[in-house]
Nanobody
Framework: QVQLVESGGGLVQPGGSLRLSCAAS????????MGWYRQAPGSQRDLVAT???????NYADSVKGRFTISRDNAKNTVYLQMNNLKPEDTAVYYC?????????WGQGTQVTVSS
């Protein structure tokens, strides 16, 4: 069984930074795609960023230039560096990983941007 454990969420003031981490454990063969979604109250879950096994990454327009996704394959971990945070970034952030033919999800971590 595979588990994803997230960390790094919290409360930050507008303009501040946070770094989210998501580590996979268990029976892991090969991880292709890793990424992050977020869900604000009353809204659907939206894709924030994706990073492929090649290292290529994609971002939602709303976070381009502010967020950076990275991965450490040796640690089975994906990161999301979030800079210049805005109140509209407030949401629960979920990581995901595509391992063989199955997609696994983290439990979610709350990010609140408020003064």
């Amino acid at each position: 069984q595979v588990q994803l454990v997230e960390s790094g969420g919290g409360l930050v003031q507008p303009g501040g930074s946070l770094r989210l981490s998501c580590a996979a454990s268990g029976s892991i063969s090969s991880i292709s795609t890793m990424g992050w979604y977020r869900q604000a109250p009353g809204s659907q879950r939206d894709l924030v960023a994706t990073i492929f096994s090649s290292g290529t990454s994609n971002y939602a327009d709303s976070v381009k230039g502010r967020f950076t996704i990275s991965r450490d394959n040796a640690k089975n971990t994906v990161y999301l560096q979030m800079n210049n945070l805005k109140p509209e970034d407030t949401a629960v952030y979920y990581c995901y990983m595509r391992i063989t033919s199955t997609t696994y999800w983290g439990q979610g971590t709350q990010v609140t941007v408020s003064s």
